[in-house]
């Protein structure tokens, strides 16, 4: 062990050395040291205090974990009290507040020009974070006390919490800090912090915050200050409290000072001059509010001159001299006056919130979406109850938390209807199927439906719109609202009806003239023709979006065996569990949707691109997989695999488990395992089901054989190929559903793993990764005659 001075030296170093890395990672964000050696250093100062425990100090940054947890927070009388800001929300609110401190001010101001304009006054600019108020007092350096704001004047001790924070330095670098320092600003949590936290507490089964003030007021006002030290929060000073010592005299140069000792201050700090230049700061933050890192909901402006700051003094509990520029409230209350269900194309019926009409960031809301029940489960939501909602960016706003204490006496609880709100159906609550060991459970899902389907005319209005879609049939001319149309008017009932649709019927309907009729009836001709894939999209499975549909075409080929394909061999194709495969299955196990589709094909609807069971599907089947998908008890992978190699088919397999002689003699396999296998197939519903799906499968075509053929089948099998710039022979899609074909994957993003890039005119930086990546470029030229090459060889 090294003596204690020894000791004692190395502990200073490493703590200096540490306290280095923290501020450059945390202050001034450019790392200087890989992450693992930073974390050597603090290992060996844990280990030296641990040897030494006599000299460990608060100040240490071992220290930040978060000590014992207290019972309640001590009080902090704020010597200097911690006072507020005015506002200014309309850009003459902030002139105002100029033209008032340059009268303040009255002859302090140095004469601008000969008109007697008066000089600018300068203005210090920050923007306005969205967090809590917290004071620091250090004194000879030394961080000693970290406080609330509280009512101003009294404010909470959360000295122990504070320490927990990685940018607020322990004690303070360099040299000429005042003797008593109290720094202020504030605590607040980045936007990436938030949605980490908010993602930790949901996975543990946790509450999530409603936003990042809220996460940031809750993890530091906790008694455990082990908790605030697993929160993501940060500090950022903007001023000063009580001082014994030298500051500047500016404003700007005070928060340069506090920066040189190492506080962190905000990066988009300014100087300006006049209130035009104010007013250009504030759009220009305004402008990039939803790109910076964390939340904000104003800048504010301070005079510069801290003599200034002194003549112009305090009216109430607000400054004189500072003001709060606030952007437009993205957060407001209102009251929900009813909950409405909407029903969407898959008969998913949803609650909407009406509102009482609300600006929220210049815009009036008077709807919110409820997501589902669940959703109205966590807010505790009650109609009647007063709500805050929020609006961000140009996403839909949402509710985001009651405000219980405001909740009347008649608030009403909010009920899913028992029948659909459109057409009368029962609701049903979305079941989900969950299969293991053989067994099938059932949970309930968050999603509730109207049975109805077709006959629902909501369900029937959006699957049709889904149906003519732009990637389904692409009926060009046929918007939401003339389909609408031809479903109020009892024209079309089902999409096969739109190609039975006559000239005399669509040119009766409002709107439509000779011209108009003759071009809609021409686009639905014209999409008589879709592939496989594209109509399968077009159905609206639930569930089944294109890459699913796309995959169902490819692998089982036609659609005659995807309407027959038995869950159980749906999930033999990758990415299809056991839910999708039960909505496929149920979906064409409907006799309405079976008419609808028998009078599709009736009606001229020809399939492109029908084929054979693809090698994808043929070859991913070995009885040893089959084995294992029975998902039998105690018959594992390992299992399956020895049955198979002794059986060599479902029949001997079967055969064998009900013949106690030979299933003992088996080789590999444990008592528990042999007597599961025995019970399984002594069950004649397994029997039955598992000789249903082999038949099933041998019927679509599939033949035993090893693993190592997969997907071999294809030219592109297992290539990853990526798509840039423009193509002028045909649109990316098209591009992309020819690589598709051939079996290649069609990926977003270069890679060491891409294979190949084909670059077209406009192409940036995927093609610079890729030459960087010295991968194969094909020009358009180069990629047509590979596809022409690739396809004749199939
Ligand atoms: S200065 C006497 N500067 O806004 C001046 N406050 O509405 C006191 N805030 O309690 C505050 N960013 O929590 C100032 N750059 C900033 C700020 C800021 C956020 C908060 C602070 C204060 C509240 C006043």
């Known amino acids: ?41 603090f290992r060996e100062l844990q280990a030296l205090e641990a040897e030494h425990p006599q000299l460990v100090t608060a100040q240490s940054p071992t220290q930040r974990v978060g000590g014992a947890a207290l019972a309640a927070f001590g009080e902090v009388r704020h010597e200097v009290p911690m006072l ?14 100029d033209r008032r401190v340059r009268e303040g001010l009255g002859d302090l101001l140095p004469a601008a020009d000969l008109f007697g304009g008066g000089a600018p006054v300068e203005y210090c600019c920050e923007p306005k974070l969205d967090g809590l108020a917290v004071s620091l007092l250090y004194r000879d350096g030394v961080l000693v006390r970290g406080a609330t704001r509280g009512d101003g004047s009294t404010g909470e001790d959360i000295s122990s919490n504070v320490r927990t924070l990685r940018n607020v330095p322990l004690q303070l670098q360099g040299e000429g800090y005042p003797a008593v320092l109290e720094v202020r600003g504030e605590v607040f949590m980045s936007k990436a912090g938030f949605e980490a936290l908010n993602a930790r507490q949901l996975a543990s089964g946790g509450k999530p915050f409603a936003n990042p003030r809220n996460a940031a007021a809750g993890s530091l006002r906790q008694l455990d200050p082990k908790i605030t030290a697993s929160r993501p929060l940060e500090f950022c000073c903007y001023g000063i409290g009580q001082v014994e010592g030298e500051l500047a005299a500016t404003q700007v140069g005070i928060l340069q000072q506090l920066k040189g000792w190492g506080l962190p201050i905000s990066r988009e700090l300014k100087k300006v001059e006049g209130a035009e ?13 939803s790109s910076l890192a964390y939340e904000i909901d104003g800048v504010v402006f301070k005079v510069n001159d801290i003599g200034y700051q002194r003549e112009l003094g305090f009216r109430a509990r607000e400054p004189r001299w500072a003001i709060a520029h606030k952007f437009p409230a993205s957060e407001e209350l209102t009251e929900l006056l009813d909950v409405e269900f909407q029903v969407g194309r898959t008969g998913a019926v949803t609650p909407v919130a009406r509102l009482k009409p609300v600006q929220v960031a210049g815009v009036t809301v008077s709807n919110a979406t409820l997501h589902n029940m669940d959703e109205v489960a966590r807010l505790g939501l009650m109609i009647g109850d007063t709500v805050i909602i929020r609006r961000a960016g140009d996403v839909i706003p949402q509710v985001v938390q009651v405000v219980t204490e405001r909740r009347p006496a008649d608030a009403r609880p909010v009920h899913i209807p028992e029948q659909c709100p459109v057409c009368g159906s029962a609701v049903e609550r979305t079941q989900l199927v969950k299969r293991s060991k053989g067994r099938e459970t059932l949970s309930e899902g968050a999603v509730y439906r109207c049975v109805g389907r077709l006959s629902c005319q909501a369900q029937l209005k959006q699957a049709i719109i889904h149906f003519v879609s732009r990637r389904a049939l692409d009926i060009e001319g046929l918007g939401d609202k003339i389909v609408e149309q031809l479903v109020d008017v009892g024209l079309v009932a089902s999409p096969a009806d739109l190609f039975t649709l006559t000239y005399e019927q669509v040119v009766a309907l409002e709107g439509f003239a000779e011209l108009s009729t003759r071009n809609l009836l021409t686009a639905i001709d014209a999409s008589r023709k879709p592939t496989l894939a594209r109509f399968i999209y077009a159905l609206g499975i639930p569930d089944v979006g294109e890459e699913t549909a796309k995959l169902l075409a490819r692998a089982l080929g036609s659609l005659a065996r995807i309407e027959q394909a038995l869950p159980e061999v749906l ?3 990758p990415d299809i569990g056991a839910e999708v495969a039960y909505e496929i299955h149920n979906f064409f196990a409907d006799s309405h949707n079976r008419q609808v589709l028998r009078q599709l094909l009736e009606r001229g609807i020809q ?73 399984y197939f002594a069950n004649p519903a397994n029997v039955a089901k598992a000789c249903l799906v082999e038949a099933q499968l041998r019927d679509f075509g599939m033949h035993w054989q090893s693993q190592k053929q997969v997907i071999q089948g294809l030219p592109l099998a297992g290539q990853t190929w990526v798509l840039t710039g423009t193509l002028e022979a045909m649109s990316r899609d098209q591009a992309k559903q020819q690589l598709e074909a051939l079996g290649a994957k069609v990926a977003g993003s270069v890679s060491a793993r891409t294979h190949c890039v084909v670059a077209g005119p406009g192409a940036g930086s995927k093609l610079d990764k890729a030459t960087e990546l010295a991968l194969p470029v094909l020009d358009e030229a180069a990629f047509l005659e590979r596809l022409a090459e690739l396809q004749a060889n199939e």
């Open 277 to 289: 230049q104010c007013l250009a700061y504030y759009r220009d933050i305004g402008e990039r509010r």
């Open 571 to 573: 999930t033999w194709l």
């Open 1 to 41: 062990m090294p003596d204690v001075q020894t000791a004692a030296q190395r502990i200073s170093q490493l703590r200096s050395q540490i306290d280095a890395h923290n501020h450059r990672y945390y202050v001034l964000d450019e790392p200087s040291v890989p992450d693992a050696e930073y974390d050597r250093l």
């Open 607 to 679: 399939l492109q691109g029908e084929g054979e069971l693809h090698a994808e599907f043929s070859a991913c089947t070995t009885l040893a997989a089959f084995i294992d998908k029975l998902q039998i008890p105690f018959i594992a992978s390992t299992g399956a695999e020895k049955l198979a190699a002794q059986t060599g088919s479902l029949q001997a397999l079967i055969e064998l488990s009900q013949d106690w002689l030979s299933l003992s003699a088996l080789k590999g396999l444990n008592e528990k395992a042999r007597q599961s296998l025995r019970d």
């Open 84 to 97: 507020s800001l005015g506002n200014a929300f309309a850009e003459d609110d902030l002139l105002d507040f």
